[in-house]
């Protein structure tokens, strides 16, 4: 699994013109399931995302995560199997890296109730599957990659 976590000031989920997600400060959470993934990456990856320490505390160092007190709280996860895209071969992206839908939902939603209980936190999301709008506004800008292969 890969995410890119964003800090945001707000984000928002548009389907068909209609807004269905939208929270306030927190984490932006775009998340791609690859072949092969286990319900273990799902977990590990969840518990890395709740402890990420990028929020500022009193003296403006990056030392809350998302469901610390001070803290920013909202959680927004998206899917996004072009986070597994592959360029090594050309100019178009090749996505045979990424899960295929039937084993990719299920951990999608796993790591979404994972992430949940973690950081105490409710987790908006997109749908699934879905042409989605993801409108955002990054606050720092922070934005940071972790894959649960590579573990960091």
């Given at each position: 699994m890969r995410v890119v976590v964003q800090r945001v000031r707000?984000?928002?989920?548009?389907?068909?013109?209609?807004?269905?997600?939208?929270?306030?400060?927190?984490?932006?959470?775009?998340?791609?399931?690859?072949?092969?993934?286990?319900?273990?990456?799902?977990?590990?990856?969840?518990?890395?995302?709740?402890?990420?320490?990028?929020?500022?505390?009193?003296?403006?160092?990056?030392?809350?995560?998302?469901g610390a007190a001070g803290a920013p709280g909202d959680l927004l996860v998206v899917s996004q199997f072009t986070l597994l895209a592959s360029t090594c071969h050309g100019n178009r992206p090749a996505f045979t890296g990424a899960a295929r839908p039937e084993q990719a939902e299920p951990l999608y939603r796993e790591f979404v109730a994972l992430l949940a209980a973690a950081s105490g936190r409710p987790v908006a999301t997109g749908t699934f599957g879905a042409d989605m709008q993801v409108e955002l506004v990054n606050d720092g800008p922070v934005t940071i990659i972790i894959d649960s292969r590579l573990r960091e």
């Open positions: 707000r984000a928002a989920v548009v389907i068909a013109d209609r807004e269905c997600a939208r929270i306030a400060g927190g984490l932006l959470v775009l998340l791609g399931v690859a072949a092969g993934d286990t319900p273990e990456d799902a977990g590990w990856l969840a518990g890395k995302v709740a402890r990420l320490r990028i929020f500022p505390d009193d003296a403006g160092l990056m030392n809350r995560a998302v």
